[in-house]
């Protein structure tokens, strides 16, 4: 089963990183957001990627077609014209770089992706998002439910504490940074049968929908889409506070999306 990243945005409340490359490149412990995510996948077997690209594609372009320089020990020989990989570990990854416009929104990519599924189900993710996800109890949901989609749904924290007051003024509790008593969210981490791709209309009309709107909501209507409720760690990446955040979890050890184990063998 392949895994498509949506990774072409603009990423406007991260401008202190995107303004450079993009939103799926900032770094998590010196590695890509993007990276973190595909080994969130890898760990349960799922190694062959779709990354859909967009504003500032290139750099991710560059990232995985010289991944042996970023991540080993080089000799290069300038007079030889030869560049020699010394001792390296490498994930068992297949990736597809797929170049899906700069202005098109979410649903016009993922349109844009049916010539690579194969009329396969699929997985199905935004390139700013950890979680530490079951992928594999993810999947055994959606094929034991049955229809088209399902998307992982959480409960985020609050961005702030909450404070509890009695008529007075006086503080009765105080809960730093509490569940959201908003409900549930998207999370991401779809897993989607290809009957998806026919909610969405072909060129132009197609990209410029955003998935989340009409196609979502029109796959709801017709009682397809069912929800993973994920009850974990998830932290997308919107603003510099998160990204913080997210570096700060992982320079301190205390990473819950982090893979320690080496990759599962699993064949998907």
Not at 6 to 20: N, Q, S, V
Not at 69 to 78: F, R, V
Request: hydrophobic share 40%.
């Amino acid at each position: 089963m392949k895994v498509l990243i949506l990774a072409g945005g603009f990423g406007t409340r991260l401008a202190e990183e995107t303004r450079i490359k993009p939103k799926p490149m900032a770094e998590i412990g010196g590695k890509p957001i993007l990276w973190h995510i595909m080994k969130t996948y890898s760990h349960f077997g799922f190694n062959e990627f779709v990354i859909l690209l967009g504003y500032k594609g290139y750099y991710i372009k560059e990232y995985f077609a010289n991944y042996f320089l970023h991540h080993a020990d080089t000799t290069i020989d300038l007079a030889q014209n030869d560049i020699e990989v010394h001792a390296h570990t490498c994930e068992p990854w297949k990736i597809t770089l797929l170049d899906t416009g700069l202005h098109t929104l979410t649903a016009g990519r993922i349109k844009r992706a049916a010539a690579f599924i194969d009329d396969k189900p699929f997985m199905l993710t935004y390139g700013d998002g950890v979680a530490d996800i079951n992928v594999r109890e993810l999947v055994d949901f959606h094929q034991q439910h049955g229809h088209h989609l399902t998307m992982t749904s959480t409960i985020p924290k609050a961005r702030f504490g909450q404070i509890i007051t009695d008529e007075s003024n006086r503080v009765l509790d105080f809960k730093e940074k509490p569940e959201s008593q908003g409900g549930w969210i998207n999370a991401g981490f779809f897993v989607c049968e290809p009957q998806i791709l026919d909610y969405i209309p072909a060129g132009t009309p197609g990209d410029k929908l955003m998935f989340e709107a009409d196609p979502l909501e029109s796959i709801a209507r017709d009682g397809q889409l069912f929800t993973y409720q994920h009850t974990g760690f998830w932290q997308c990446m919107d603003t510099l506070a998160d990204k913080n955040r997210l570096n700060n979890l992982w320079d301190s050890g205390l990473a819950p999306w982090k893979i320690s184990e080496p990759a599962a063998s699993q064949v998907v």
